[in-house]
């Protein structure tokens, strides 16, 4: 099969997939819909309850579940190529607790701001995401030649638990009900109940993701190291440079739409890689629909297994994932 | 005949303050070369190859390729006329050997163009003439080696490059694979006009198949010429500090090095 055909088959496979996970999640909840019926136009808006529950109150959950899941999957895949680990995640160079520090201050300072429908948290959190960012950034291209990969991973590391130390202390100094309030945040939720903030984390996701569709030859390349990278044809610098920050934007606007949902970023593409190798034309748009449709899966299992309490999203990706991981060590070594 | 890559009077440091690593060495390969590089560690070898394939710039003088300054061309242009073979390959994931070489073509295609038929055709022609066309579909990260540097071989070939700069390719090869290497690098430069620079310890197979030494110490050129004038007592005396015996080889018709003592300096 040529390389073209391979692409396409694969990534159509995986597409049908999330489309008919994405589809079918909306009818599963605490009221039970057809999906005949939800599509019927034959029946007015006002009268047809099934239509209103599916894309009024379901379906922006499920967009936004495939929106992050896509998003923290692919981001994964580019950040773990370029920094050439295996065991990088989105979240890795910092912009996870930049997130969560917004969100921790918006949450403290009862912060009253909206902009565009987007209220104060997802705003707060995307601003702390960008922060940490640039702060990463400015760290590794202080070096003389480009970025350095060891000091983006220091740096981000470091980053990492310096901001938590902060967050700890915010919350120490919070009152009971918004420290709860903030760690729920923390824990990750889709609980999104209408298209605006889905709408507005939307470009920031489409740029990313035409960044990383350009890069993706250059990801098998960057995953051979850099230096024989350069010699094939690859501009080093600018790769690593869009990759890191198209990643870090990603990654950004999904966590402030989602909150700081873990192990998507690492599970998706080593699932990936396994059922279809490392070739990244193939990878980088299998892991983003396979993101999506796993996290709607998890998010459709936290809203109805113990119905009506809700887990929230990150715990059950957390308690799924975790042992999975290490399952997947293990049978690898 | 025009030289093809030209390092003229180049040196260069990896920091600010920090020493010179290559002090003002001038190299010239002109086309059909097959040039040796040799010097002892940290002499400068694998900086000047980088230098010569414009992986990193000089501090100070320039680089030629044909008429123009490597600084003037992109990368991808640069990789569409230069190919390394770096010392050591360590992938991040796995990958399978005729993925590797098909990496060789990057330079080749437009941001979303897959490889073609074409490609595929040069990759496995690479492959051929590396002797590796039976490895195609195994993983790298599972072969020997030597098979291991045929197949990055293969996969600079794969770049349709005219010149082949090659970074000790047979440091961690046994005594079979280096001759295995040796003689197809050696096949390579005079039936597909592929030239080339090696770098590399082993005198012997610089004396086999170079027609051409730079000898290197210190980042500086201690003396560049045929390697019938420049692999001599003396000058091997002069570069590793030690006494050697140097004889032309009845079966093999090439000078042979044999190291006799070090001397202390």
């Not at chain 1, 007015?44 to 922006?60: C, E, Y």
């Not at chain 2, 009077?9 to 690593?21: C, E, I, K, M, Q």
């Not at chain 2, 992986?55 to 300054?69: C, E, H, I, K, Y």
Request: aromatic share 6%; net charge neutral.
């Amino acid at each position: 099969m040529t390389i073209r055909r391979r692409v396409f088959v694969v990534t159509s496979a995986f597409a049908l997939v999330a489309f008919a996970v994405m589809v079918w999640a909306p009818t599963v909840g605490s009221t039970p819909i057809s999906l005949a019926r939800a599509f019927d136009r034959s029946i007015p808006w006002d009268d047809n309850v099934d239509a209103q529950i599916f894309f009024v109150a379901r379906l922006p959950r499920v967009l936004a579940g495939g929106l992050v899941g896509a998003t923290l999957a692919a981001a994964g895949v580019v950040l773990q190529a370029m920094l050439r680990n295996p065991l990088a995640t989105p979240f890795t160079l910092g912009v996870s607790a930049g997130a969560s520090l917004g969100a921790m201050l918006a949450v403290t300072t009862n912060l009253e701001l909206s902009v565009l429908g987007v209220t104060s948290i997802p705003l707060a959190s995307f601003a702390g995401s960008l922060i940490a960012t640039g702060i990463v950034y400015a760290l590794a291209a202080s070096q003389r030649r480009g970025l350095s990969t060891n000091v983006l991973l220091l740096a981000g590391v470091t980053l990492n638990a310096f901001f938590s130390a902060l967050i700890l202390f915010v919350q120490y100094l919070s009152d009971f009900a918004e420290a709860l309030r903030a760690i729920r945040w923390m824990m990750g939720g889709l609980d999104v109940a209408s298209y605006t903030p889905i709408l507005a984390a939307l470009p920031f996701v489409v740029v990313s993701f035409v960044a990383f569709a350009m890069m993706t030859r250059t990801l098998n390349l960057l995953s051979v190291g850099a230096e024989s990278a350069a010699a094939k044809g690859v501009d080093i610098v600018r790769a690593q440079r869009v990759a890191f920050l198209s990643a870090s934007l990603a990654t950004g606007a999904a966590v402030s739409l989602g909150g700081p949902i873990g192990f998507i970023g690492i599970i998706v593409p080593h699932l990936v890689r396994l059922l279809v190798g490392s070739d990244h034309r193939i990878v980088l748009p299998a892991s983003a629909l396979f993101g999506a449709a796993f996290l709607v899966l998890c998010d459709l299992a936290a809203r109805t297994l113990m119905s009506p309490l809700e887990i929230p999203v990150g715990v059950v990706t957390a308690l799924i994932g975790g042992p999975f991981f290490l399952w997947l060590l293990v049978k690898r070594s | 005949m025009p030289d093809l890559l030209w390092a003229d009077n180049v040196s260069f440091r990896y920091a600010a303050g920090a020493p010179l690593v290559v002090d003002g060495v001038t190299v010239r390969l002109a086309d059909g070369a097959l040039a040796g590089i040799l010097g002892p560690n940290g002499s400068g070898k694998t900086t000047l190859l980088r230098l010569l394939s414009g992986t990193r710039r000089p501090s100070a003088g320039r680089v030629l390729l044909g008429d123009r300054s490597l600084d003037q061309l992109s990368r991808r242009e640069v990789a569409r006329r230069i190919a390394v073979v770096p010392q050591e390959t360590e992938l991040a994931f796995e990958y399978r050997a005729i993925e590797m070489v098909l990496m060789g073509r990057h330079a080749h295609l437009g941001v979303f163009t897959v490889e073609g038929p074409d490609d595929v055709r040069i990759a496995e022609e690479a492959m051929a003439a590396t002797g590796t066309i039976h490895l195609a579909q195994r993983f790298f990260h599972e072969l020997s080696g030597g098979e291991k540097q045929r197949v990055i071989i293969a996969g600079a070939l794969a770049q349709s490059a005219t010149l082949l700069l090659l970074d000790e390719p047979t440091a961690s090869l046994d005594l079979g694979y280096q001759l295995d290497i040796s003689s197809m690098l050696s096949r390579l430069n005079q039936e597909h006009g592929v030239t080339m620079a090696i770098s590399t310890h082993d005198l012997n197979l610089a004396a086999s198949i170079c027609r051409e030494l730079v000898l290197m110490r210190d980042g500086r050129v201690l003396a560049a010429g045929p390697t019938a004038d420049v692999l001599t007592p003396d000058n091997i005396l002069a570069l590793y500090d030690v006494e050697a015996d140097v004889h032309v080889h009845d079966e093999t018709g090439h000078m042979t090095v044999v190291p006799v003592r070090r001397i202390a300096r």
